[in-house]
C-alpha cells in the first residue's frame, strides 16, 4: 500500500474497482441473509457500487454526478439492515479483496474504511 496514493489507486484504478465489485456481487447473492435484500438484475446495483466506491476511494466522482449526493444511509433505510448485515457485508467484501490479491495492509484499510458505512446503515435491532 503507497499512503501516498489515494485507496482507488492503491486499488488499482477502475479497473481494480471493477474487479473488486465483480468478486464482491457473487458472494452476497450466495449469501442466506444478503441475498434476499437484492434484486434478481445485479447488474445496475453493480453498477452503481462501481460509481459509489471509485468516488468513496478518492477516484472520479462519477456516483454524484449520475445521480447526486450519495445520501446512502437515506438509500437503503426501506431494507431491514441488522448489525449481522453489515458483518456479513464486510465478510463478503474481504473475500472479494482477498479473491482479487489485495494485500494485507491494504485490505484492512479497506475493511476499516468500510465498516463506518457498513453500520451506519444499521436500521434494525438484531434478528
Avoid at 444511509?73 to 439492515?81: C, E, M
Avoid at 467484501?93 to 458505512?117: H, K, T, Y
Amino acid at each position: 500500500m503507497n499512503p501516498h496514493f489515494s485507496i482507488y489507486d492503491n486499488l488499482g484504478g477502475a479497473e481494480g474497482i471493477r474487479s473488486l465489485v465483480e468478486a464482491f456481487y457473487p458472494r452476497v447473492q450466495q449469501n442466506e441473509l444478503l441475498a434476499p435484500l437484492f434484486p434478481e438484475d445485479i447488474e445496475p446495483v453493480m453498477e452503481k457500487q462501481y460509481m459509489f466506491l471509485s468516488q468513496f476511494f478518492g477516484g472520479p466522482a462519477l456516483f454524484s454526478e449520475a445521480y447526486g449526493h450519495p445520501m446512502m444511509r437515506a438509500r437503503h433505510l426501506r431494507f431491514p439492515i441488522t448489525e449481522r448485515h453489515a458483518e456479513e457485508w464486510l465478510r463478503c467484501m474481504e473475500g472479494a479483496l482477498m479473491e482479487i490479491g489485495v494485500d494485507d495492509e491494504l485490505r484492512e484499510f479497506v475493511l476499516q474504511r468500510l465498516s463506518g458505512p457498513a453500520h451506519h446503515f444499521v436500521n434494525t435491532p438484531l434478528d
